[in-house]
């Protein structure tokens, strides 16, 4: 790979050329993993990343090319907007498991895709009592046995991101991989489905702030 | 002196100072950094910097910018127009148009407010800002003894897609490069954070004269980050003076008052308020009328407007995951920040006395002052980032008319999202995609922004096509969308133009309502697919009925069918619980049918096995 700009060669696909500076595009497959400079983790240590994320935003931002040329302020934003989402979904534990679990081939946070995962019909059921005891406590206009739900649930959505994190932690060291994958699926699968509940427990407590 | 007229031209670097803009509903200014010092420029012979926000439109033509005009407004109430920030990006039938107010609108194509004036065509709000941004490009020609063509030009942080749109493009009809659209609290916490040099958490009140922000931001290490932003677009000072203004009517029992006599109550409305920021007291006088004004008076018929931005702040901090007491500091701009009511209650409600030591009515301009040498000045651009967010969120309307977010508010710009969508049926060669903005489930309850159509999609089974749509938000904060149908690279892209109008009272309290009707949402969404899936189940059983009737006898068949008759029924109704159960006896029901159903597939498909092997 070259610089686009003054041709000298580039290693490791720098964010800008070593030599002249300028700004070079996004290298097709990045990953947000490698928009931050780290290896793909379950753990990311956060003031690391606040850092980076500083350091490299006043190298790429659009802001330090306003009067740049079309092309390298196309680059810009490109970097600028793969640096932005990378920010935003690896600070977050959860996001990042499910960003993990997509470089994996698996993508559970797109609308369609989670209803489409196969749960067992124990789990379903599980959800399907909580939903309904919420519904009841919601029509009672009832706020603080919904919060206590809302706290074992949170609970039971940190087990189940505990658990993905450990399978997606033996994926990234290389083993059991298909049981391995599953098991990360199918846990972050229940986080979804947590995580939906406390949001609806959140807007109910909005609505009867109001 | 430089920039004269023998300087060469380079296209890719006008020659000439740049400036900070901004264009303010009653008042706006122009700044520039002047030995390395954010400093307004005179826009008038006494010095002044403020330029107020009015624009009068002569018979013969000629037109006439800032206090002049404001002086005519008394004699031409419906010619001479103040306030049309208001309007920006807005459509002719918005409940802003429904205010008391001496405007008179004007019908013409496309859905925009346009104004009746004297000497000419109607003109838009665009135009008529487009003739404050000239005024003030020309201020500051004479100030500077050379061309200007290059600004930063300041919006409400709360502004949506259609705002911003119609305020690049008044740069662009007063003759300016627009280096950046740059939201005004973002840009108040720049002049303060230069000045003082310092680190931490900041919120920005910012209450001008037609909009109101709030912004939390953290400044870390010469990084300005916007953490959550939040407003209303219709609710400033100008509701305070129109508040004291319907209370003289009142008074006098005026019920049909005409032009003039709003304009010049109005007038003596503002002149009031003001005299009542220093003042316990004041008279206020309107035709001869004269009125003794207190300040506790006044203050109460305010009061519900300052409330407002109460829970507009509280949702500010809780996206920011923040409280209160998180916060290094307050800072207060905008001119309707001087009213002491409104000190009181940001003192009570973020638990501290704001800082206010930048003039309220200068700090925004000197704030786009500043970014806009940032941008240009290249000795400067180690010193300060500037990192904003986009403040409503923007998706895509799904089935059903649920509005699927793709990017929420708050994310950091530029920013982007992409969705893949296939086709419903069989040779089907074009999707229709409509674009929203807003925090609401439905998309009835969110501003609608565009809608454009994928066409050309090569014919293919349905369930085949895959066409990846993605938004992208640059960093300011303008929308452009485009798409492609993955497998044969079909492309179409637009850029959201406000092309409709709307009946948004909804716009700004999109947000405020998602509080007030997240409840009712869910149920909404819930009953939506609840209806999409009776639907598919519907659909699916009499496809199976037609396909296979000797598999069912005729009373099982007369009873399945009476339960599907009552799934159709319910599903055209609102009532979520009943449809679920109703398809839950359904399923029960048609569940031994359906296993003969499956099992005759079975069969067929092992014959078929066998037949081939043979």
Redo the contacts between chains.
């Keep these: 790979m070259e610089c686009w700009n003054c041709q000298s060669e580039l290693t490791a696909a720098p964010v800008v050329c070593p030599r002249c500076g300028k700004v070079q595009p996004v290298p097709p497959g990045a990953t947000l993993f490698d928009a931050l400079g780290l290896a793909p983790s379950v753990e990311v240590d956060l003031p690391a990343v606040?850092r980076t994320y500083?350091e490299r935003?006043?190298l790429v931002?659009?802001?330090?090319f306003?009067?740049a040329?079309a092309r390298e302020r196309r680059f810009a934003?490109e970097q600028?907007?793969l640096l932005?989402?990378a920010?935003?979904t690896l600070r977050d534990r959860a996001a990042r498991a499910f960003y993990l679990l997509k470089l994996h081939g698996q993508d559970l946070t797109?609308?369609d895709a989670g209803a489409q995962r196969a749960m067992p019909h124990a789990f379903l059921e599980e959800v399907m009592a909580l939903r309904e005891a919420l519904d009841a406590h919601?029509t009672a206009r009832a706020l603080e046995p919904a919060r206590a739900m809302s706290e074992d649930v949170g609970r039971r959505r940190t087990a189940a991101l505990e658990e993905a994190e450990r399978a997606l932690g033996e994926l990234l060291r290389g083993g059991g991989q298909a049981s391995a994958l599953d098991a990360a699926s199918q846990a972050l699968a229940r986080v979804r489905y947590f995580t939906r509940f406390l949001e609806?427990v959140e807007?109910?407590e909005?609505?009867?702030?109001? | 002196m430089s920039g004269g007229l023998l300087q060469i031209h380079d296209p890719l670097r006008p020659q000439g100072p740049v400036v900070g803009i901004d264009l303010g509903t009653t008042n706006s200014l122009v700044a520039s950094v002047l030995q390395g010092k954010p400093t307004c420029i005179p826009v008038d012979e006494a010095g002044g910097v403020l330029l107020p926000s009015v624009v009068h439109y002569a018979p013969d033509g000629s037109v006439a910018v800032g206090a002049r005009a404001r002086e005519l407004a008394q004699e031409h109430p419906t010619t001479t127009l103040a306030s049309v920030k208001r309007f920006m990006g807005k459509g002719r039938h918005d409940a802003e148009t429904r205010k008391l107010g001496a405007y008179r609108f004007a019908d013409g194509a496309g859905d925009v407010v346009r104004f009746e004036v004297a000497g000419g065509a109607p003109v838009t709000p665009i135009e008529v800002s487009a003739e404050i941004l000239r005024a003030l490009k020309r201020r500051a020609e004479a100030f500077f003894s050379a061309r200007v063509e290059q600004a930063v030009v300041t919006v409400p942080a709360y502004f949506d897609d259609a705002q911003r749109q119609a305020t690049r493009d008044a740069g662009r009809l007063a003759g300016l490069e627009v280096l950046r659209l740059l939201n005004e609290p973002t840009a108040a916490a720049l002049a303060y954070g230069l000045d003082k040099g310092s680190q931490g958490t900041f919120a920005v009140y910012d209450l001008g004269g037609g909009t109101f922000d709030v912004s939390i931001l953290q400044l870390v290490e010469g990084v300005f980050q916007v953490k959550s932003t939040g407003g209303d677009s219709a609710l400033g000072g100008d509701d305070f003076d129109r508040a004291i203004a319907e209370q003289m009517l009142a008074a006098r029992g005026l019920a049909a008052p005409t032009p003039a006599q709003v304009t010049a109550l109005l007038a003596a409305a503002r002149v009031a308020k003001e005299a009542l920021t220093t003042e316990e007291s004041t008279v206020l006088e309107v035709e001869g009328h004269r009125t003794e004004l207190a300040r506790a008076q006044v203050e109460q018929w305010i009061a519900p407007w300052i409330q407002k931005t109460g829970p507009v702040c509280r949702r500010a901090l809780k996206d920011a995951g923040l409280t209160a007491a998180d916060l290094d500091g307050v800072i207060l701009v905008g001119g309707a920040t001087r009213v002491p009511a409104v000190r009181r209650f940001v003192e009570q409600l973020f638990g501290r006395p704001p800082l206010g030591d930048i003039d309220p009515d200068q700090v925004v301009a000197l704030g786009a002052a500043v970014q806009a040498d940032l941008l240009t000045n290249a000795q400067r651009q180690d010193e300060v980032l500037l990192l904003d967010v986009i403040p409503l969120s923007l998706g895509l309307e799904t089935m059903g008319g649920v509005a699927e977010k793709l990017i929420q508010r708050n994310t950091t710009i530029p920013t982007a999202a992409s969705q893949v969508f296939t086709t419903f049926q069989d040779d089907q060669t074009g999707i229709d995609i409509h674009v929203v903005q807003g925090e609401r489930e439905l998309v009835a309850d969110c501003r609608s922004l565009a809608r454009f159509r994928l066409s050309g999609i090569p014919p293919m089974a349905a369930g085949m096509a895959r066409v990846e749509v993605r938004f992208e938000v640059n960093a300011d904060g303008l929308l452009s969308v485009s798409a492609r149908e993955l497998s044969t690279g079909v492309a179409q892209s637009i850029t959201v133009k406000p092309t409709h109008g709307l009946t948004d009272e909804q716009v700004e309290q999109m947000l405020l309502d998602s509080i007030e009707h997240a409840e009712e949402d869910i149920q909404a969404r819930q009953l939506v697919e609840q209806r999409v899936e009776a639907e598919r189940v519907l659909a699916d059983a009499t496809k199976q009925l037609k396909e296979n009737p000797d598999l069912i006898e005729a009373s099982e068949r007369s009873e399945l069918e009476a339960v599907m008759a009552e799934v159709r029924r319910l599903a055209s109704g609102n009532d979520a619980e009943a449809l679920r159960e109703t398809m839950r006896l359904l399923d029960e029901l048609a569940k031994p049918f359906l296993e003969r159903v499956m099992n005759r597939a079975m069969n067929r498909a092992l014959a078929g096995h066998s037949v081939e092997q043979v």
């Design positions: 606040e500083r935003s006043l931002h659009p802001d330090r306003a009067t040329q934003l600028t907007t932005n989402d920010y935003r797109r609308e919601r609806e807007a109910m909005e609505a009867l702030a109001e």
